[in-house]
């Protein structure tokens, strides 16, 4: 079974500085991951997603993630946030063919003026 | 497109008393999900629909829990009766099929007294 891990429960970060959020999977087989934002009383919006081919893809809002097999990883990054990026976010992995997603737990994102 | 509408958004109800909640996913979307999040954690899968057919429903407590998906478009989740640690924000989600990404309502934030 696929199970996601999202190393940081919190990171506070200071407008305009870059953010990398952490994602790590585990999975025999091969994986689709997406990374999803939650702003407060809403549903999770797709931000980006991997399913084939480039390793490196680009999503809304300036946000970016890079897929590496071998670390098994899957890290969120924007070289320049902004207060509105403040928000919950979310790591999902889902095995090919398998038809589930998993979620992580969620690392929320505080930027600070 | 229109997004995924749910229905209430707000529920507050004592304990042992019925609910229903009401999802009705983006046109043309065969699968459909139901999700609970539960504070501070992601969303957590209940049931899984592919048309109007449940092919996912071993995390869905059977014994209080139960949903439908009329004609594989409207869906409604029904606890009967509600636990104190039913307390949550329940989501529906839909996708094309389940390789797809997910796109989420908006949930109904749901409290037992």
């Known amino acids: 079974a696929q199970s996601v891990t999202q190393l940081d429960s919190q990171v506070p970060v200071f407008e305009e500085a870059p953010v990398e959020l952490r994602c790590n999977y585990s999975?025999?087989?091969?994986?689709?991951l997406f990374w999803y934002v939650q702003y407060p009383n809403q549903g999770l919006q797709l931000l980006l997603k991997?399913?084939?081919?480039?390793?490196l893809v680009k999503g809304i809002n300036g946000f970016e993630a890079e897929f590496n097999k071998s670390q098994t990883s899957f890290h969120l990054r924007k070289p320049s946030v902004h207060i509105s990026d403040t928000a919950e976010y979310f790591c999902?992995?889902?095995?090919?063919?398998?038809?589930?997603?998993?979620f992580g737990a969620g690392t929320r994102l505080f930027v600070k003026a | 497109e229109a997004g995924v509408v749910q229905s209430p958004r707000y529920k507050i109800i004592e304990k042992k008393q019925p609910v229903a909640f009401w999802c009705n996913p983006i046109s043309g979307h065969n699968t459909l999900y139901w999700y609970r999040q539960n504070l501070g954690q992601g969303p957590e899968l209940l049931i899984r629909y592919e048309n109007e057919e449940a092919v996912d429903d071993s995390q869905l407590p059977k014994d209080r829990f139960s949903a439908e998906r009329l004609k594989g478009v409207d869906s409604t989740l029904k606890i009967q009766p509600a636990e104190l640690g039913d307390s949550a924000v329940y989501l529906c989600a839909s996708s094309l099929d389940s390789n797809q990404p997910q796109h989420f309502g908006d949930g109904t934030r749901l409290s037992i007294l």
């Open positions: 999902a992995v889902g095995v090919t063919g398998g038809f589930k997603t998993i």
């Open positions: 991997y399913l084939s081919g480039s390793t």
């Open positions: 999975s025999s087989v091969s994986v689709y």
